[in-house]
C-alpha cells in the first residue's frame, strides 16, 4: 500500500474516532453499550476483536448482551448456505429490540455482507439494519456511526477499493491467554466449491516485523499460547519484498524468549514443504499438530475442486511428517458430496481417514455458493444420498478417535492448563493439540502442567503429576 494512502486513512480513522467520542455520551447520556456477535471461521473472531478494539476505543463499552446493547454488530460468515441462515434470523430478532431501545443501531459487516446480493437482500428487506460493509472497511466503522447518528441515511459499503489492512489498531481481546495472531488475509487458491477468495480478497502478508512485534507484545502480556491465523499459512512471504516464508516466520517467532506456544492455521497440502516439517520439529516451541484439510480422496474430484494435489501426493507428506516430527497428530477439512462425486470417489476419501488416523475431523456436506465455479456443475446426487455417506464416514472416525485415544493411555504429557470445565475438572491441551481433563487447583489456568493419561470416555482424562 501506498504510504500516502496509509496516512489518510489513518488520519481519517483518527478524526472520526474523535468525533464519534464527542458525541456519544450526549446521545445517550452515559457510555454506550456494543455488542459484537461473531459467526465463522477464527479469521472473523480475530476481525471482531479488532472492531471491538475500534468500538472501545470510540468510547463505547463492550458487551455480551445484544439485548441491552446500543450497537449491535454481526460480523457474518459465508461458507455454507446454513452459517448464512442462522445470521439473517439473528438479524430478525433485531426488529422488535429496536424498536423498544431509543438510538440503538443494527449493522452487519464481514464475508457474507461482502456478496452484492447479500447487501441488497438486507437494503430492501431489512430497514432496521443501519450500516453494512463488508470485509475490508472496519477501521471506517468510528466515520459510518457517527455519520449515521448524525442524519446520514443508512450506509452501504462493499466497495473493493482498499484491499490491504492496517497496522496499530486497537485491538479488545476476548482472552488472557490464548490469543489470535493474523499473519495474513484474503486468499489466492480459488477452490471450486470455495467463497473466500470472492469475499475475502488476494492473499496479503503482514511483514514479518509487525507480526513478531503483535507476539512479543502478547508474550509480554501473559498469553501462553499465540495462533497465528490465514487461509494457508503455508504460502505465508509471497509478494512481500523481504526474503521469507513461513518456516522462516516460525523460526523468528519461536525465538521469542519465554514459555509460551505457537500454533498455526490452516495449512494446505500443496504448499506444505520439507523445510516446514523440519522447522516444526526444531522448534521446541511450535505445535506438532497440523491441520492439514485434504477435503476429498478422490484424485478426479481433487482436479475439480482446484486443490492442486493428488492423494498419492498428500499421504507422503502425511508419511513424512509422521517421519519427521515425533508425536505428530493430524486433523482435517473434508467435503462430502461435492458436485459429481460419486460412492467410488467417496470411498477413496474414507481410505485417506483409514490409513492417516487423523485425531479428529470437521466434515461438511457441499454447500453451493453462488457465483463460484463449482455452483454450475451437474451435482446429480441427492441430499439425502450425501446425508448417508456423511453418516458413514463420522462412524469411520469415531471407530479411528477412539483407537487414537486407547494408544495415549499410560503416556505423560505437558498441557497448558487453559479451562475449568462445568464438571469442576481442568482440561489442557498437548503440544499436538490433544485435549486431556483432569482433577485439579483452578490457579493452575494458565501453566504448563505434566498430565499422566489414564483413560478415555469421549475425551481423554488423566491425573496431573
Ligand atoms: N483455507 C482453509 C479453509 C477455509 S474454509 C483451507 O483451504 O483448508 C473451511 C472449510 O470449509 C474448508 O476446508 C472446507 O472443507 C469447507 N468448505 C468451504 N467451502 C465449502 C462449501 N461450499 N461447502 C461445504 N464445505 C465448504
Ligand atoms: Fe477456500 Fe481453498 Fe482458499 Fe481454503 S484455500 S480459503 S478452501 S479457496
Ligand atoms: Fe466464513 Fe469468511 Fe471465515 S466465509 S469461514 S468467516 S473467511
Known amino acids: 500500500m501506498q504510504t500516502n494512502e496509509y496516512k489518510d486513512i489513518m488520519l481519517s480513522f483518527e478524526e472520526y474516532t474523535s468525533k ?3 458525541i456519544l455520551p450526549k446521545i445517550y447520556g452515559r457510555k454506550p453499550l456494543a455488542c459484537v456477535n461473531t459467526f465463522g471461521c477464527q479469521q472473523n473472531v480475530s476481525d471482531s476483536e479488532k472492531i471491538k478494539g475500534i468500538l472501545e476505543n470510540a468510547g463505547y463499552e463492550i458487551t455480551e448482551d445484544d439485548e441491552n446493547a446500543d450497537f449491535v454488530l454481526f460480523n457474518t460468515c459465508a461458507v455454507r448456505e446454513h452459517a448464512e441462515d442462522r445470521v439473517f434470523g439473528n438479524i430478525g430478532r433485531m426488529k422488535a429490540l429496536k424498536k423498544q431501545r431509543e438510538g440503538m443501531l443494527v449493522a452487519v459487516c464481514g464475508c457474507m455482507a461482502q456478496q452484492q446480493r447479500i447487501c441488497d437482500r438486507v437494503k430492501n428487506s431489512y430497514p432496521y439494519v443501519d450500516i453494512l460493509f463488508g470485509t475490508r472497511h472496519a477501521h471506517k466503522l468510528p466515520e ?3 455519520k449515521r ?4 441515511t ?8 482498499f484491499s490491504g489492512f492496517l497496522e496499530g489498531m486497537p485491538i479488545h481481546r476476548d482472552g488472557k491467554l490464548k490469543g489470535w495472531l493474523p499473519i495474513m488475509y484474503g486468499c489466492d487458491n480459488f477452490c471450486t466449491y470455495c467463497i473466500v477468495p470472492h469475499v475475502r480478497g488476494r492473499e496479503r502478508s503482514r511483514n514479518s516485523c509487525e507480526i513478531i512485534r503483535e507476539a512479543e507484545s502478547m508474550v509480554a502480556a501473559g498469553f501462553k499460547e499465540i495462533m497465528l491465523l490465514g ?7 509471497k509478494g512481500l519484498s523481504e526474503d521469507i516464508n513461513f518456516a522462516g516466520l516460525l523460526e523468528k517467532i519461536n525465538a521469542i524468549p519465554g514459555d509460551f506456544r505457537i500454533r498455526f492455521m490452516t495449512s494446505h497440502p500443496k504448499d506444505c514443504t520439507i523445510e516446514l516439517l523440519d522447522t516444526i520439529a526444531r522448534c521446541e516451541k511450535v505445535e506438532t499438530h497440523l491441520h492439514l484439510p485434504f477435503q476429498s480422496g478422490s484424485d478426479r474430484v481433487l482436479k475439480a475442486m482446484n486443490r492442486k494435489y493428488d492423494s498419492a501426493g498428500y499421504l507422503n507428506l502425511i508419511k513424512e511428517a509422521k517421519k519427521r516430527i515425533p508425536g505428530v497428530s493430524f486433523t482435517s477439512d473434508i467435503i462430502v458430496g461435492f458436485p459429481g462425486e460419486t460412492y467410488e470417489d467417496f470411498k477413496e476419501t474414507l481410505r485417506i481417514v483409514k490409513e492417516v488416523k487423523f485425531q479428529a475431523l470437521f466434515t461438511f456436506i457441499y454447500s453451493k455458493r453462488y457465483g463460484t465455479p463449482a455452483a454450475t456443475m451437474e451435482d ?5 444420498e450425501k446425508g448417508k455417506w ?14 487414537n485415544y486407547a494408544s495415549y493411555v499410560g503416556t505423560t504429557h505437558r498441557v497448558l492448563c487453559d479451562e475449568v470445565k462445568e464438571n469442576g475438572k481442568l482440561t489442557g491441551k498437548t503440544l499436538s493439540a490433544v485435549e486431556i481433563e483432569f482433577e485439579g487447583d483452578p490457579a493452575l489456568l494458565g501453566q504448563f502442567v505434566d498430565v499422566r493419561v489414564d483413560r478415555f470416555s469421549n475425551i481423554l482424562e488423566g491425573t496431573k503429576l
Not at 149 to 152: H, I, K
Not at 154 to 161: A, K, L, T, Y
Open 20 to 22: 464519534l467520542s464527542v
Open 144 to 146: 459510518y456511526i457517527y
Open 149 to 152: 447518528l448524525t442524519g446520514s
Open 154 to 161: 443508512r450506509i452501504f459499503d462493499i466497495s473493493e477499493d
Open 231 to 237: 487461509q494457508n499459512v503455508n504460502s505465508y512471504g
Open 380 to 384: 446429480p446426487v441427492t441430499r439425502a
Open 390 to 403: 456423511f453418516s458413514e464416514l463420522l462412524q469411520v472416525q469415531e471407530e479411528i478417535s477412539k483407537r
